[in-house]
């Protein structure tokens, strides 16, 4: 996860690197083909790990827990 809560998502060959919305739009599409579980992996994360969790916590997660 990135800063720039905007930042357009970049793939990469185990995964993308986005900004919040980028994370919520790919998880939505990801939900809409069938998809119950995912992982996330912090290894191209340029935020600490516990302020990316933070953010998916207050601004991601709320997407999907209704």
Known sequence: MVEDDE??????RF???TGVN???????AMKSAGVNHIG???RRN???????????AE???PHFHQ
Do not use: S, Y
């Not at 930042?7 to 990469?12: G, L, N, Q, S």
């Not at 980028?22 to 939505?28: A, M, N």
């Open 59 to 61: 601004h991601v997660l």
């Open 40 to 42: 996330l992996h912090f």
């Open 15 to 17: 995964g993308v690197e």
């Open 22 to 28: 980028g994370l919520i739009k790919e998880l939505k």
């Open 46 to 56: 340029t935020l600490q790990v516990e302020d990316a969790m933070q953010r998916i």
């Open 7 to 12: 930042a357009p998502i970049k793939r990469h």
